[in-house]
Structure formats: structure tokens, C-alpha cells
């Protein structure tokens, strides 16, 4: 492998690599690429997670890409039906022979002699157990390796857990094999992992129990979206997939915008639609939440399932902290114990910066976290790299689908300018600007522990990381791309 060049390499063959791949083919048509994938297969996320129920917790017709329609009726979707709709996406667009399976990039440099990257990957093949290290290079690189460690969750040291006798489980390495009919199910967690096993689980399992530290907001919608498919069936596809995709980009940015303005007002919205399930105390007890709305994410449930699981009485919630775990469950500081055959720790994710890729310049190391991000995409200092984070607030693929249109912009302007490098680059009077966390306002810990090793952004554009898509939109599609701050290198240059 080593000696291969492409004009770009996307690293990560999830829904935002192939989603770039597919805007590169089309707006920049004669650039050679490939997607380097670490594991065996393409999907991503949706490969990756295996835990009964996995499904989106946002609508597909705005998680789905902007190019491809979703055809099926269920907004609210499956993990295995969305990983079919990439898979799809990728074979119908002649994607996947671009995929280098089971190569992992360790670290990339960039040379200014050169003007090019070198990218040190490892190629693996599984079955033989044998690894070899060697080299790609290329003029760009997009960074679509999502934002989480794939190798490992987050578990936190709980007390005694040692002793436990029963089987301990986390969502991200679920067992093919588990067998949970008939079993005593503590579900650890309140966030969109445990409110959509917890449920699931309950139909088979004898008692489910979703023990959560704190409360969250949870909001109940239909799996399908009537309006949705009611248009589907009076217009043309492509048409009936853009307005609904505005409806729902509108009233994702409306409620965004409500919990900013009127975080009581919208709180009391959310309490009222859950107290129509469950009574006042269970709702005052286990679904109010102390912070507002969107300081931390908003849970979407399908179909009522959560509640109706807990009318069903084969569900319930307790909140409180644990003080241990026992032989035959988990003991509370309130002094309760919970008995369990099994124990699923939901409890969250580790966050690692670009898959845990090393960046060099010119044989420095780049520690990224001192960088500023420049739009959302790209860092300070460092060369004809983009990389892909979604919206926390709103549908990660929304953003996937304009950073990759961006990318194809500045690549086809490089062109015509004759450019080989674009470098975003701090002005002087921007060198001593307040650093803010990549994304702020965000109290969920899951960010909070890693927020110190992401890049960080200033108090002026173009050093903001909008989490808005309207003004996203407006700031990589349509503002001038040579805004002075993002310096292209002279013909001379080259």
C-alpha cells in the first residue's frame, strides 16, 4: 500500500465519510479519493452498536443525507434499517470499492515542501492476526471518524462491583449471545442508550429497572411522521423529501431556539406531555430534570414506549446513587437494594478527538486541543484538513452534508486559483482571544469530561462553532470563501 496518492482521503466509512465521498464524486468529479476504515465493515456507529432496539433519536429525514430520500414510512428508525440505507447509499454510488477496510491511520503529517499529507496507517487482516504499517499521501484530508471511542464506553469505578455475581454489560460491546429472557434487568443510565434498551428490554426480561442518577427530559413523538408520509404519497420523492426536511430542520431549530429564549416555558411543555402518561410524583420524582432543556440533550422516545413500559409495571425507574454493588444486585444511598441477574452500565460514551489521530505539521506536533476551530471544520494552523462534528441540538448528519459541500468549494477554488495549501490562520488581533469549550452551554458529562482535549473556539467569527444550521448554512455556503483568515498559498508557492 505504501506510494498510493489520491487527491483526498476521507478517514471513517460511517454516515458522515460516505456522505462526503458522495459530495466529492459529484462536485469535484475528477479528484481521486479513498476512504480509510479502520474496522471490517462500513456504517459506523450503525455497525458498531449491536444492543436490542438500537435506533435513531432523530428523525431520518434529517438524518438521512440531503441527496437520498428516506423511503420508509418509520422516522424513527432501526439501527439496522439505517445501516442498510448507507450501505445503499455507498453501493448505488459505486462508493464502496473506494473503502479500505481494516486500515487504521495512526498519524498524519503535513509537508510544506511537499504541500502534501502522509498519512501512517496500519492494515490488519483479522483472521491471520497480522498487522503492516505503511503510508498513503494526499493534497486533503476529511476527518469523518465521529467524535467517541469505538474500542471502549464509559464505565465509571463503581464500588463492589467485583462482587457482583451476575453479568455486567455495556451497550457499546453487547453480547451477541446475552440471554435476559425471564432476568431481573438493571438498566444504568438516563440517557437516549438506556430509554431506548430499557423498554425493549421489558418485553422479555421479568422486571426492568433504569436506575438514573438524575432525571432527564424525555419527549414522546410517533415513530411515523404523518405529515411526512402523506406528502410522500402527493408529490414527486425528491420534492415531498425537501420540504419535509425543512418542516423538521424549522421545528428542530424552533424548540432549540425556545429553550434558549424561554427554558421555563418549554420545560413545562415537556413536564405537562409526560405527566399525560404518568402521574404528577412519578414525573416530579423521575423526569424533572434540575437544569433547562437543551443544557443537556432532550431524549426522543418512540410511540410512547417508555411510558407505556412503565404502565405496564414491567418498567420502572428509581433515581438515586449507588453506594455499592452486592453479590446479587446494586445497594443506594438511600439504602434500597436492587436485585439483578444482569446489570447494563448505559453509561455513556469516551470521547477521543479524531479517532485518537496524531496530527504533525512540518514535524511539529499539533496538540489540537490549543488550536482555534475555524468555522466549525478546520484549525488554526493546520493545513487542507476538515473535519466532520455534527449537531449536538439537532441532527448530526444536517452538518455532515454542509461541511463536505464546503470542502468541495474551497477544493474547486483552490483550483482555479492555482492554490495547493489553505491554512486558517490567526490574525494578530485574534492571538489573545477568551477560549471557549468547542461546545459550551452544555452541561452533559459525557462532554464535559473530554471538552479540555477538543479544540476551542474564540468570541468572533470566524472562531465560532455555530450549533445552528441556518447559520451554518450561511457560513460555509455562502459567505465569501477568501475572507482573508483562511490564507491560500500563491501559485509561486507550489
Known amino acids: 500500500m505504501t506510494g498510493q496518492h489520491f487527491d483526498v482521503v476521507i478517514v471513517g466509512a460511517g454516515l458522515s465519510g460516505i456522505g462526503a465521498a458522495y459530495h466529492l464524486q459529484q462536485k469535484c468529479p475528477t479528484k481521486t479519493y479513498a476512504i480509510l476504515e479502520g474496522r471490517a465493515n462500513l456504517g459506523g456507529t450503525w455497525d458498531l452498536f449491536k444492543y436490542p432496539g438500537v435506533r435513531s433519536d432523530s428523525d431520518m429525514h434529517t438524518l438521512g443525507y440531503n441527496f437520498k430520500p428516506w423511503r420508509q414510512k418509520k422516522a424513527i428508525a432501526d439501527g439496522p434499517s439505517i445501516l442498510s440505507y448507507i450501505k445503499e447509499t455507498a453501493d448505488e454510488n459505486h462508493i464502496t470499492k473506494h473503502i479500505q477496510f481494516n486500515t487504521r491511520v495512526n498519524k498524519v503529517c503535513w509537508s510544506s515542501e511537499t504541500q502534501t499529507w502522509t498519512l501512517e496507517v496500519v492494515s490488519s487482516q483479522p483472521a491471520k492476526g497480522d498487522n503492516s504499517v505503511s503510508t498513503i499521501s494526499c493534497n486533503v484530508i476529511s476527518m469523518c471518524c465521529g467524535y467517541y471511542n469505538y474500542a471502549q464506553g464509559f464505565s465509571p469505578e463503581f464500588k463492589g462491583i467485583d462482587a457482583f455475581q451476575g453479568k455486567i454489560v455495556h451497550p457499546q460491546k453487547w453480547p451477541t449471545d446475552l440471554d435476559y429472557k425471564d432476568k431481573k434487568v438493571i438498566v444504568i443510565g438516563s440517557g437516549a442508550t438506556a430509554m431506548t434498551l430499557a423498554p425493549v428490554l421489558s418485553k422479555r426480561a421479568k422486571q426492568v429497572t433504569m436506575l438514573q442518577r438524575s432525571p432527564t427530559y424525555v419527549v414522546s413523538k410517533p415513530s411515523e411522521d404523518i405529515i411526512a408520509n402523506v406528502l410522500n404519497k402527493l408529490l414527486p420523492e425528491k420534492t415531498a423529501y425537501g420540504v419535509i426536511r425543512a418542516k423538521n430542520i424549522f421545528m428542530q431549530q424552533f424548540i432549540y431556539s425556545l429553550s434558549r429564549r424561554k427554558p421555563e416555558k418549554l420545560k413545562q411543555k415537556i413536564i405537562k406531555r409526560a405527566s399525560k402518561h404518568l402521574s404528577d410524583d412519578y414525573v416530579a420524582q423521575h423526569f424533572t430534570p ?106 448530526w448528519t444536517l452538518r455532515a452534508d454542509l461541511i463536505a459541500e464546503y470542502m468541495c468549494k474551497l477544493i474547486n477554488h483552490m483550483d482555479r486559483i492555482k492554490s495547493a495549501k489553505m491554512t486558517p490562520t490567526l490574525p494578530e488581533a485574534d492571538r489573545n482571544m477568551p477560549k471557549r469549550d468547542m461546545i459550551d452551554n452544555f452541561s452533559s458529562n459525557y462532554m464535559k469530561r473530554a471538552m479540555q482535549t477538543f479544540p476551542k473556539q474564540g468570541d468572533k467569527a470566524p472562531w465560532l462553532n455555530h450549533q445552528t444550521y441556518k447559520l451554518d448554512k450561511k457560513t460555509l455556503l455562502e459567505d465569501p470563501l477568501d475572507d482573508g483568515v483562511l490564507i491560500f498559498s500563491a501559485p509561486a508557492d507550489i
Do not use: H
Open 290 to 395: 434540575s437544569y433547562n432543556p437543551w443544557d443537556q440533550r432532550i431524549c426522543l422516545i418512540p410511540d410512547d414506549d417508555l411510558f407505556n413500559a412503565i404502565n405496564n409495571k414491567k418498567l420502572s425507574v428509581v433515581t438515586d446513587n449507588i453506594e455499592t454493588f452486592t453479590e446479587k444486585g446494586i445497594q443506594l444511598t438511600s439504602g434500597q437494594i436492587l436485585e439483578a441477574d444482569i446489570v447494563v452500565t448505559a453509561t455513556g460514551l469516551n470521547l477521543l478527538r479524531l479517532g485518537g489521530i496524531e496530527v504533525f505539521v512540518d514535524s511539529k506536533a499539533i496538540n489540537i486541543a490549543n488550536t482555534y476551530l475555524y468555522k466549525g471544520v478546520m484549525y488554526s494552523g493546520v493545513p487542507n484538513l476538515f473535519n466532520t462534528f455534527g449537531y449536538i441540538n439537532a441532527s
